[in-house]
C-alpha cells in the first residue's frame, strides 16, 4: 500500500498528462460535432475585442485597394445598370418580374458588419465579423460581400459571429450555372484561395468556360442568384459520373473587409404568406 | 512563488498577444507559420514541477486555440511538448549542469540550445498538423507545414534567447 502511494505520488504527473490530453481531445471533437463550444473560438468577447481594435488600426492600411476596387465596381455596375434599362425599355409593356418574386425581395432584409478577423492559409478557415445575436444575426444564415458570396454563419455571440466562409473545407453551397439550371455543389479544395470547385454536376449539363456560377435558391440560406464566380476549367469527377467545375470565386477574401448578413430564415417565408393572404383579401374585396 | 508565478503570466500574455496579433498572419509561401508560445514551455528550468509545466502547457495551448479557432489542437500539442520538455532537457544539458539548471543560450551554448529547441517544436508542429488536418490524404502537405513551420518557429525563438539578458 505505501509503495502503491509512493508511486502515485511520484508519477502523477503521467496522470496529469492523460487526463489533459482527453481534455484536449474532448475539445477538438465536441467542437466538430456540436455547434455549443463558441466560447473557445475567437468569436467569444476578449478575442472578438481585441481583433476588433487591431481590425481598427489595420483596415486603414488597405483603403487605397479597397477604394480602387469600389471604383472598378461602381464602374461595372453603372454598365449593368445602363444594360439592364436598355432590356427593361425593350420589355417595358410584359414585364417579367412576377409579384411574387418581388415580394421575396423586398423581405430579404441585410445587416452591414466589418470583418475583424479571418484565416486564409488552414484547410479549414473561419472569419469573424463584428455583428452577432444582438443584431438579428442567427447561425445558418447567409453572407455575402461586395463582389459575390462569402459564407454562411456558424455560431454567433451577442456582439460577434464566426462565419463558415467558402474557404473551408467542411462548407458546401447548392448553386447552379446561370441561364442553363444545372445545379451542383460549391466545395473548396482547400488549395487556393482564389479557386473552388462546383461537384456533381450532371454529365448532360451544358455550359462553357467563363459562364457564371451562382446560387441556386434551393435552401434557406441563400435566395437565388448570388453571384459565386466563373467556371474556368472542366474536370471529369472521380467516378467519372458527373463533371467537376474549377470555379474563380467572385470575392477576393484578401480584400474582404465590409460584407452584408441576409436575414432570410423564416421571415421571408412568412412574410411571403402573409402577403398572399392579404392579396387574397383583397381579391374577395 | 508568486514573483515566479506573475512573471510565467507576462510571459504567456506577450507571447498569445504576438502569437495572435501579429504571427498568425504570417504565412511564408503559403505553408511556415511560427508558433512562438512554445518557447514559453522551453524555457522551465530543470527541476520544475512536473505537474505545473503540464497545467501551463495546456492553458498556453487553449489560450492559443482562441485565436486560431482550433479549440483542444494546440492544447494537446502544447502538453505533450510540457510532457517531454524535462526529458529532453536533460539528454540536451551539460552532463555536470546544476540540478536547478536554466536552458539558454549561454548556459548550453549555440549547438546544444539549437537542438533542444528544434527537437521540441518538431515534436510541437508535428502533432499539431497532424490534428489540424487529420488525415493523410496529401501527406506532402503536411510535411512542408511542419518543417516550414519549425525553421521559422527555431530562429524567431533563437533571435529571442540571443535578445534576453542573463542574470
Redesign the interface.
Known sequence: MKNLLLFLQKYNYWFLFLLLEVCSFILLFQYNRYQGSVYFTSANAVCGYINNLQSQVTSYFSLKEINSKLTEQNIQLNLEVSQLRSQLDALRDSSTISPEMKSVLDTCRTVPASVISMTQDRKNNFLTINKGSSDGIRPEMGVVGGSGLVGVVFETTTHYSLVLPLLNTRSSISCRIRNRGYLGNLKWDGDETRYAMLEDVPRHAYFRKGDYVETSGYSKTFPAGILAGRIVAVYDSEDGMSYQLKVKLSTDFELLRDVQVLQTSNDMELNTLQDRVKKLQEERQ | MIATFLRRLLWVIMLI?VQ??IL?RV?VM??A?PMIYIYFLTDFAKGSN??AL??W??VI??LA?????T???A??SC??VA?VQPNFLNVFAPRDSADDFHPSLKSMGFGSYFRYLLTLTFIFQSLYYL???FSLT?PEDIYINIVGGTLFTVVLMMAIASMRKEK
Open positions: 498577444l495572435g496579433l498568425n504565412n503559403g505553408y507559420t512536473r505537474s503540464l497545467l502547457g495546456f495551448g487553449l486555440d482562441f485565436f486560431t479557432n479549440p483542444g489542437i492544447a494537446a502538453t505533450l510532457f490534428l489540424e488536418v496529401h
